[in-house]
């Protein structure tokens, strides 16, 4: 059963509108020809995305997303995102957008990546950007 959960870990955060967000993934995850088996999206602080990111990929910095592909076939969703909330919100002022739709962002950015999109080069995050932004105008 195709689902889209959302969890939340050593922060209070609760998500607006999760169905609505729901659906949203689920319509950029078949507009670009994948089919959802299972994501779960998880809300946690920094110091809780902190010891994951350097347990599992060995770096000393904070960060706003951390994804994990779970699926063993490519035309298939199956994954977990883990998103730092405080990080979410720093950012939001720093680019001075709401915090909502600098989550929605981090959101469909998590999503892209599984669906094999990469953002390590210049020309790989200007992809990511342009997909993140067309994505993100369907909400």
Known sequence: MSAIRFFSEKVR?????????????????????????????????DAYLGKMNQRYLNHKTLTDIITFDNSDDQALIEGDIFISIPRIRENAKK?????????????????????????????QKSIMRKKEDAYLSLR
């Open 95 to 123: 680019f001075k957008v709401s915090s909502e739709s600098e989550l929605h962002r981090v959101m469909v950015h998590g999503v892209l990546h599984l669906m094999g999109y990469s953002d390590k080069s210049a020309r």
């Open 13 to 45: 955060f609760e998500l607006p509108h999760p169905r609505k967000t729901s659906n949203w993934l689920k319509k950029t995850i078949q507009k670009e020809g994948f089919r959802l088996k299972s994501l779960n999206i998880i809300f946690c602080s």
